[in-house]
């Protein structure tokens, strides 16, 4: 499993990825796997109101990968949304990406199961 | 060409047993009576809605309403713009004015909720998220915590300021009859509230509504022939951020509002100063302080001090959500950016009753999704 984020031939890299590059309008021809990577809370929440077929409560955060030592990346850093795989999470801890089958009931929402892929990154602090 | 507001209509906001048919067609008529303008005048329809086919299974709903009010053969559309929808109305429906594609529009917006379940009615909205977002159960409210977090550990500004955004619109919905909350909340009410995406809690949050809005447009010269009390349309930009929220390089900054704002603001030839009385998309407290500073009201990470000092306030510098906004009044999604021009054209044509404040500019900003697009109206009174 990936953790695909795009990236166009002028270096900009984006989570999720895109036809064409969001910065530029170049295709965004390649990708990067950032599944090896650890990357650092920038803000986080528990959500107690949850939908039906997702966990309550659902921890969610948004995550900075350092993309720095990328050659190819002219940007230095891309940003992800993901669950969280514990309720304790702080601003500024540091987070792996750990893959889940189904983050949540496919079945239970409004959205066709068939229409998109279920399966995902969790957050894990090291 | 100068485009006029000479009517205006909304039902109540609320748990209503209406269905979305009823709703649309009573906030229509009232308009109509308002305005003193006969179906048959009506030349452009426009109807904002969200999700009449997902919550209630109802399409078709420009169609259903045209011919509820007598207005054929005019022309007439859907306009869903999630909940900006009702912004996105007021914009095409200035246009077709503007335009001279229509001397008479009428917009009805509206949307009906509550029979879903609170679980339902989220799902509803959180599908409008990209897959990848909507995989991992985010909603709107997770959003906004998310954001408000960010907010208050960077700007080192208090809770307490989310609070003050509550309790003021809270006491603003009193004297707003069609409000969904006509009542008062105190401080420790909104803080000890139980928590949905913390650090938000409950009274940061609108409720779930059903309801509908509605303003009838016209030229300016036509205006000045029915009525002597009628509000000029003098600036209005629209603007779309990212689709996926975490891409926006500053979390803090709604790109849609700074950019319809800007577009807004250079039409009429305004600045932010110039503002009366502004109506902005509180489904959250935290966008208070977000548009607030998008629209160059406040500088980034300052806006949570007008909510502490009192100058957003009813009798404050600049009065925000005199209707009690989307907090108190409710937000039925397709309605309440057409429920906000409602509220400035009624400040300023002095018809607020209770709630009026001395107004001769008025802004109004309408956010769909969470800053995702962004309708920035700007009237002022006729002279
Ligand atoms: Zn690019």
């Known amino acids: 499993m990936t953790l695909d984020a795009g990236i166009c031939s002028n270096g900009h890299v984006s989570y999720p990825t895109h036809p064409l590059c969001p910065e530029c309008g170049e295709p965004q021809e390649e990708t990067v796997d950032l599944s090896d990577r650890t990357a650092e809370v920038v803000t986080w929440t528990h959500s107690t109101a949850t939908p039906p077929g997702v966990r309550e409560p659902n921890t969610l955060a948004i995550v900075e990968f350092d993309i720095t030592d990328l050659d190819e990346a002219s940007d230095e850093f891309v940003r992800a949304l993901g669950q969280v795989t514990t309720d304790e999470v702080e601003t500024g801890d540091t987070v792996e990406p750990v893959y889940v089958e189904e983050l949540r009931d496919p079945e239970a929402g409004i959205k066709v199961p068939e229409s998109q892929d279920w399966g995902g990154y969790r957050w894990d602090p090291v | ?172 919905g009193v004297d707003n009859p069609k409000a969904q909350f006509q009542k008062e909340i105190t401080m420790e009410k909104a803080l000890e509230s139980p928590i949905i995406a913390d650090p938000l809690r409950l009274y940061d949050f609108c409720p779930i509504t059903d309801g509908s809005a509605a303003l009838m447009f016209t030229t300016e010269e036509r205006a000045k022939e029915i009525t002597d009390e009628y509000a000029l349309v003098s600036g209005i930009g629209g603007a779309t951020d990212t689709h996926v929220v975490h891409e926006r390089d500053d979390p803090t900054i709604m790109g849609g509002v700074v950019e319809s704002s800007k577009q807004a603001y250079e039409m009429a030839g305004l600045s932010p100063d110039d503002l009366d009385v502004a109506e902005l998309h509180d489904m959250f407290t935290i966008l208070e302080f977000l548009q607030l500073e998008g629209i160059g009201v406040a500088e980034q990470g300052t806006a949570w001090e007008l909510a502490m000092d009192g100058a957003t306030a009813k009798d404050g510098d600049l009065p925000i959500n005199t209707s009690g906004g989307l907090k108190s009044k409710g937000h039925p999604l397709g309605a309440s950016g057409v429920a906000q021009g409602v509220e400035i054209y009624e400040q300023l044509v002095g018809e ?28 002022e009174a006729a002279e």
């Open chain 2, 1 to 172: 060409m100068g485009v006029a507001v000479i009517g205006a209509s909304m039902t109540k906001f609320g748990q209503r047993d209406a269905w979305i048919r009823e709703l649309l067609s009573q906030a229509g008529e009232e308009c109509l009576t308002d305005a003193g303008v006969a179906p048959d005048d009506v030349e452009h329809l426009y109807v904002s809605n969200m999700a009449s086919g997902e919550f209630e299974g109802q399409t078709g709903i420009m169609n259903l309403l045209a011919h509820d009010l007598g207005v054929l053969p005019a022309y007439s559309e859907r306009v869903d713009q999630t909940s900006s929808s009702g912004g996105a109305g007021i914009y095409e429906a200035w246009q077709s004015v503007a335009s001279g594609a229509s001397e008479m529009t009428l917009l009805v917006g509206g949307e009906k909720m509550t029979h879903k379940t609170t679980g339902q009615a989220t799902d509803i909205i959180a599908s409008i998220t990209h897959p990848d977002e909507y995989k991992h159960g985010v909603t709107l409210p997770s959003f906004a915590g998310m954001t408000a977090r960010h907010y208050l550990e960077r700007f080192d500004a208090p809770r307490e300021s989310l609070a003050r955004v509550a309790v003021k619109n809270h006491r603003n």
């Open chain 2, 352 to 379: 607020a009753g209770p709630r009026q404040v001395d107004a001769d500019t008025a802004l109004a900003c309408n956010v769909g999704g969470f800053g995702n697009c962004v309708i920035t109206t700007i009237m």
